[in-house]
């Protein structure tokens, strides 16, 4: 995997994007990792009305699943006590991108190292479980623009019918939360767990 380093050649990139299938816009609200004490307030939804794909995070429990397994890969937790804060922000990144199949990602240059990190993580726990999941490649926010505080911007390569296009952003929720399921099941069946 190549590191981003040069935000000139991801700004020419990032010009058009490039996928085998048409792209869906989609926004997350990224209200579980916010929903701790000392963290900015989210937008309200309505913020999120000109996207396509409009999802909550609360809603996509996966998330966080992959972002503790994520973080577990690489703790060491019986050399030392657990650290009150076990995931970091490459950590949700990273489970964000493989639970939503994110083939792209709406990053500020500061934020170019996270999305590396997010991306080499992601292999880790596609190696060690056996997944197909791909790195996203970033789209460039021009360093003029602040990022979003609590929403995560980017693009799928889905189905309609799979990705909820056009429902609200409840049920549009509960159908992606579904088709991760179905497309990360040798995860969940590795964990024991059951894909719903």
């Given at each position: ?14 010009l ?46 996966d ?16 050399a ?16 964000r991108?493989?639970v ?7 990053v ?13 993580r ?33 693009w ?41």
């Amino acid at each position: 995997m190549n590191e981003v380093c040069d935000s000139l050649s991801i700004a020419r990139a990032s010009l058009s994007l490039q996928s085998a299938r048409p792209l869906c816009a989609l926004a997350l609200l990224t209200d579980v990792e916010h929903a701790m004490p000392g963290t900015p307030q989210l937008p309200p939804a309505e913020a999120l009305e000109l996207t396509p794909l409009r999802l909550s995070e609360a809603l996509l429990p996966d998330i966080r699943l992959l972002a503790m397994l994520s973080a577990t890969l690489r703790a060491n937790l019986e050399a030392a006590p657990t650290p009150v804060r076990l995931t970091d922000a490459s950590d949700w990144l990273a489970a964000r991108i493989a639970v939503l199949g994110l083939t792209h990602v709406l990053v500020t240059p500061a934020q170019l190292p996270e999305l590396d990190e997010a991306n080499r993580r992601l292999q880790a726990l596609a190696q060690r479980f056996d997944l197909s999941v791909s790195p996203a490649s970033p789209v460039l926010l021009p360093a003029v623009l602040p990022a979003e505080v609590g929403v995560l911007r980017g693009w799928c390569a889905a189905e309609p019918a799979a990705s909820g296009r056009g429902a609200g952003l409840v049920d549009a929720s509960r159908r992606v939360h579904r088709a991760a399921r179905r497309r990360l099941a040798g995860l969940f069946t590795a964990l024991g767990l059951a894909a719903d």
